[in-house]
């Protein structure tokens, strides 16, 4: 007896949905069955921005940041405070900075952190970018705000070896307690970094 | 000072993306920046299967059900049982029961259930197309397979007030306990519809 399934357009589509962050084999077959029987237009609008994203956005040729012109907004703004970099691991790591309004200068994306263990090294990483960025703009500081784990310590420490040899000063984002945790939630390694990056009062 | 926020057309990916079913802002965020940043081919092939699925799949004439042709799979099927029709209320309740391998007649879906509600009025389910198959195809039996809920059963009601003029069985599935559940499992109106409904040993 022949197993009725559904026709290979819609299996099909449910496996290529199955690609996208976060959504597992159910969620895949909801989101094809609702493209296959919505009755507005929103499916063949959803298919057209994919492709209209894709072909507008690309990386920022400075800073790696979401760009539609060679420049990302940015790095066009001729109001940010130059001689100032922030050097950050994802384009996405930069929205929540700008979400501070304590940073004003500009942004240097890496596109990941090194990785053996993902196969990252140093050669994948936006950071022949970077040197080119220094002997270029020839910036007064640069702030690192990697990850404050294993791997973007890791990364920012290669950063600093190679950086030393220019007349600039490296800096890093202050590792302590998290604004509203107490003592309690704190975790040891939290704690002693907060204690050993203590401030004069 | 002017906020800086992702580029437009990702914001419009974003708000696109929000109207799959299951997806919120978070996941619709996250898509779309994967979207944005895959290297490969995979965005573009998930544009395209929308659109080919959207184009390809249709309703088969006859019973609902997800088609390519003006008939589904099981209606073209010439060694389905004649004479024999399962009311469903979604194309989507079909592949279950095809998966008991206990029926062998034919669907007909009716594109939802009665439900003031929602606005969902018999005229907008295709129970016309129904009384027009029990006409031209003079089944023997009409089984309802309807949701065991208050709309399911009110739908069930109003069809069998409809078909009882016609020469025609009309039967549905059996309420009771749901196969592995134990009695302390069982809610009040499951354990006296399956009462009501015990069978002789």
Redesign the interface.
Known sequence: ??????????R??IA??R?????GPR?AE????????ARGP?????????????S??HACRLCGF???EELC??CA?PSRTEGLLCVVEQ??D??PL?KT?AFRGKYHSLGGRISPLDRVAPEDLRIAELIERVESENPKEIIFALAADVEGEATTHYLVDLLQKYQVQLTRLAHGLPAGGGLESADELTLSRALSGRTRL
């Open positions: 007896m022949k197993r009725i399934q559904y026709p290979d357009a819609i099909g589509l290529q949905l690609q996208m962050p976060g959504v969620s909801r989101i094809a069955l609702w493209f296959v029987q929103q499916p063949e609008a959803i298919a057209q921005a994919i492709t209209e994203a894709r507008a956005i979401f760009a539609t907004e940015i703004d384009p996405t930069i929205l700008e309004s």
